[in-house]
């Protein structure tokens, strides 16, 4: 049994013991940054995304992200109360109601909705769709090394991962 520090994560460092991790989170992070959809929407989808599944590591991760590209603090707060907060353009709504009805069960089963499908195609083309489902899985392909290995909030992965 393996105890954990509070100063290292649980697991040793996932990019040695799966090499191929590094080709993988490099794809998707050309595919999520393509242009297509501005890097501030995908920051704000991916912060929503680490709150959603209650996880302090990508929440830091994708707030410092939001910090350092300059946006506002009252942006970045108000990400969890997205739906009532004045600071959204409607294509990041749209944006980040796709990453709420992936991420959360609906008791009628269908998570994103004909009519959700339809808001965001108002604001993005094909392509930049495309780009957003890339973007909700770049964050989604993490999720489990950020809950089963629980990294430390705001150390970079070179600092903290076991070896």
């Not at 794809?27 to 940054?33: D, K, N």
Request: hydrophobic share 40%.
């Amino acid at each position: 049994m393996t105890t954990t520090t509070t100063d290292q994560s649980r697991l040793p460092n996932p990019a040695k013991l799966v090499p191929e991790l590094g080709e993988v989170g490099k794809a998707l992070f050309r595919a999520a940054g393509n242009g297509s959809v501005p890097q501030t929407t995908i920051s704000l989808v991916q912060l929503r995304a680490g709150q959603l599944v209650a996880n302090t590591y990508l929440t830091v991760l994708h707030t410092g992200n939001l910090r350092k590209a300059g946006e506002p603090e009252e942006r970045i707060t108000a990400v969890a109360s997205w739906r009532d907060a004045p600071y959204f353009t409607g294509a990041e709504r749209a944006a980040l109601a796709l990453v709420e009805a992936v991420l959360t069960s609906n008791a009628t089963g269908q998570r994103v909705s004909d009519e959700l499908y339809a808001e965001a195609s108002a604001h993005y083309d094909d392509r930049a769709l495309a780009t957003l489902c890339m973007a909700i899985g770049q964050v989604c392909f993490f999720i489990p090394l950020a809950l089963i290995g629980r990294p430390l909030p705001g150390v970079s992965p070179a600092e903290q991962w076991r070896d």
